[in-house]
């Protein structure tokens, strides 16, 4: 079974994906957060999380979803990150990037040629595998990949979750 790899750092902006990963979670998917070394992160809030393994160690073919989070990204904004960033893509995986994420992936040379939050005034751009979003998109953000990964049931569904999440109306 493909996973969602989430790439840990430290200073990583924990509050854009907490949405995302409880959709990816509800629904059953495998996440897996990573950091470069495996070693524990202390996230921009303040969270010390320890990370099931080091990028080294995750096979790019085996990734059905990798998101890279906001934050100082000067940790991960590298060859390294930027190699395993474009084995992913060539894979034909979805990527999402947040805030300062979505900079790793232009340097990456991800976003070249797309519709992005870079080439776009938009909080949230969606193009055909890759998703990216300003940090106040955080929501619109969950859900846009939550639809790229058909983690609906229905439309009803994704009108409860938007009602919900984004509109901020009770559910009974």
């Known amino acids: 079974m493909k996973k969602t790899l989430v790439l840990l750092y430290n200073t990583s902006c924990i509050y854009e994906i907490v949405i995302l990963n409880y959709f990816l979670r509800f629904t ?6 990573a ?10 809030e303040g969270y010390s999380i320890n990370v099931s393994d080091s990028l080294s160690n995750i096979a ?8 890279v989070p906001g934050g100082d990204i000067r940790e991960i904004d590298n060859v390294t990150v930027w190699d395993f960033l474009k084995k ?7 990527i999402a990037g947040i805030c300062a994420g979505v900079d790793v992936l232009d340097h990456a040379g991800i976003l070249d040629g797309i519709v992005s939050t870079h080439s776009a ?7 055909d595998k890759v998703i990216t ?9 969950a859900i846009e990949v939550a639809k790229k990964m058909d983690l609906f049931e229905d439309e009803a569904d994704l009108q409860e ?12």
């Not at 005034?121 to 193009?127: G, K, S, T």
């Not at 979003?133 to 953000?141: C, E, I, K, Q, T």
């Not at 979750?161 to 009974?172: G, L």
């Open 88 to 94: 992913v893509r060539d894979n034909n995986s979805l």
């Open 60 to 67: 790019p073919e085996e990734i059905e979803l990798m998101v």
């Open 161 to 172: 979750t938007i009602a919900f999440w984004r509109d901020y109306q009770r559910m009974q």
């Open 28 to 33: 059953g998917k495998e996440v897996v957060f």
């Open 121 to 127: 005034d938009l909080d949230v751009a969606v193009a």
């Open 35 to 44: 950091s470069l070394d495996g070693k524990e992160i202390t996230s921009m």
């Open 133 to 141: 979003s300003r940090a106040n998109g955080y929501v619109d953000f």
